[in-house]
T-cell receptor
Framework: AQKVTQAQTEISVVEKEDVTLDCVYE???????LFWYKQPPSGELVFLIR??????QNEISGRYSWNFQKSTSSFNFTITASQVVDSAVYFC????????????FGQGTELSVKP | NAGVTQTPKFQVLKTGQSMTLQCAQD?????MSWYRQDPGMGLRLIHY???????DQGEVPNGYNVSRSTTEDFPLRLLSAAPSQTSVYFC??????????????FGSGTQLSVL
């Protein structure tokens, strides 16, 4: 069975702090996809990144970076120099390689960035 | 380009009432799906469709019906609403049902309360 665990339910930081959101997944598949989505207070789901299982290179996009470690089944997300606009619920998700539309979501981590 | 459109945005029902949540996409996507979001549980897949005339169950299908008569529309029906169906519902679509890379496009959500 596939499973995604985001153990951090809520995180609170002060603006400009760095923050890492943890994501641990379980799957027996050798090929799969991992995702991060952001849900701001307005409620919509914003796609952040997709990573396939055979590409373990870390990725950086502005203040966002992702660390994929297959050996520990983790796909952690770091926000550098956090801003108030980063306040949101962040979801990590997993899909099988040939079922890209069927996502298994983690419970979500609510990030609060205070000025 | 409207993307994925859900209506209504908010709905209050009494136990036992029926209703249909509407979802339409204008991107000619083959794959469409419905998720529900509950606190502490992330998003869970209710039903999905890989094309007109084809539907299948997701993780939590009980109490919900779907049909897919056109590529554009994928309504979700609650035949007899129960308080346990109080949730936020998201419709999503993508172009390739089993594809390897494209993200899911999400609607803005429907907040449903069953009293």
């Amino acid at each position: 069975a596939q499973k995604v665990t985001q153990a951090q339910t809520e995180i609170s930081v002060v603006e400009k702090e760095d923050v890492t959101l943890d994501c641990v997944y379980e799957t027996r598949d050798t090929t799969y996809y991992l995702f991060w989505y952001k849900q701001p207070p307005s409620g919509e789901l914003v796609f952040l990144i997709r990573r396939n299982s055979f590409d373990e290179q870390n990725e950086i996009s502005g203040r966002y970076s992702w660390n994929f470690q297959k050996s520990t089944s983790s796909f952690n997300f770091t926000i550098t120099a956090s801003q108030v606009v980063d306040s949101a619920v962040y979801f990590c998700a997993l899909s099988r390689y040939n079922q890209g539309g069927k996502l298994i979501f983690g419970q979500g981590t609510e990030l609060s960035v205070k000025p | 380009n409207a993307g994925v459109t859900q209506t209504p945005k908010f709905q209050v029902l009494k136990t036992g009432q029926s209703m249909t949540l509407q979802c339409a996409q204008d991107m000619n996507h083959e794959y469409m799906s419905w998720y529900r979001q509950d606190p502490g549980m992330g998003l869970r897949l209710i039903h999905y469709s890989v094309g007109a005339g084809i539907t299948d169950q997701g993780e939590v299908p009980n109490g919900y019906n779907v049909s897919r008569s056109t590529t554009e529309d994928f309504p979700l029906r609650l035949l007899s609403a129960a308080p346990s169906q109080t949730s936020v519902y998201f419709c999503a679509s993508r172009s390739d049902p089993g594809g390897v890379g494209e993200k899911l496009f999400f609607g803005s959500g429907t907040q449903l309360s069953v009293l």
